[in-house]
């Protein structure tokens, strides 16, 4: 039961251009979305995330833009750069305002992202 | 910056064998968790934490496995007689109320 859908398993991109990466879901409980993003033998750092009451923020490079109608979010990166080659996964929580997400949360398969030079 | 940290960074063990992964989350976070990473597959819940009781549990998380704080820091997962198919790159994480999970760098447990 794939609650949390990254369809691309990788995803190459000419270094100075614009990264898309996708992200479906099916849970209409999940209120807050988070981007991760993992380097081999490391764990999952925080990117950025969402609340289901916005459809667009930004931070620095990375924006992430939800529509909840079609439950799709995506994430820009603008410019890529080298160092953003790393795996970048989705994940989603119904719980983000009872304390902490005592449910964790539901990941994606991961987008493989590769920044050419 | 304040991170998590788990040790050992690798564990192998015989099939049958109990195994503790350990994991120091930041200070003052209230809510911690474990994931696993089967090779090539997604990151998956297994457990949250809160209170010193578990809030939440998957249906990995059976009877074979037990989570623990057995002081103001440790944060232990214990699997009591691994599996072939326990294989897999384990994480802790922590996080305050409402927050964001912050990740450790993940013990990979490999079961022979």
């Known amino acids: 039961d794939q609650q949390v859908k990254q369809n691309s398993p990788s995803l190459s991109v000419q270094e100075g251009r614009i990264s898309i990466l996708n992200c479906d879901y099916t849970?209409?409980?999940?209120?807050?979305f988070l981007w991760y993003k993992k380097y081999p033998a490391e764990g999952p750092t925080f990117l950025i995330s969402?609340?289901?009451?916005?459809d667009k923020n930004e931070d620095g490079r990375f924006t992430v833009f939800l529509n909840k109608s079609a439950k799709h979010l995506s994430l820009h990166i603008v410019p890529s750069q080298p160092g953003d080659s790393a795996v970048y996964f989705c994940?989603?929580?119904?719980?983000?305002?009872?304390?902490?997400?005592?449910?964790?949360?539901?990941f994606g398969k991961g987008t493989h992202l590769i920044i050419q030079p | 910056e304040p991170e998590v940290t788990q040790t050992p960074s690798h564990q192998v063990t015989q099939m049958g064998q109990e195994v503790i992964l350990r994991c120091v989350p930041i200070?003052?976070?209230?809510?911690f968790y474990w994931y696993r990473q089967i090779l090539g597959q997604k990151v998956e819940f297994l457990v949250s934490f809160y209170n010193n009781e578990i809030s939440e549990k998957s249906e990995i998380f059976d009877d074979q496995f037990s989570v623990e704080r057995p002081d103001g820091s440790n944060f232990t997962l214990k699997i009591r007689s691994t599996k072939l198919e326990d294989s897999a790159m384990y994480f802790c994480?922590?996080?305050?109320?409402?927050?964001?999970?912050?990740f450790g760098s993940g013990t990979q447990l490999s079961v022979l």
């Open positions: 200070s003052n976070h209230l809510y």
């Open positions: 849970n209409s409980m999940f209120d807050y």
């Open positions: 969402i609340s289901s009451i916005k």
């Open positions: 994940a989603a929580s119904a719980t983000q305002y009872s304390g902490g997400g005592a449910d964790g949360l539901t």
């Open positions: 994480a922590s996080s305050s109320v409402g927050e964001k999970l912050f």
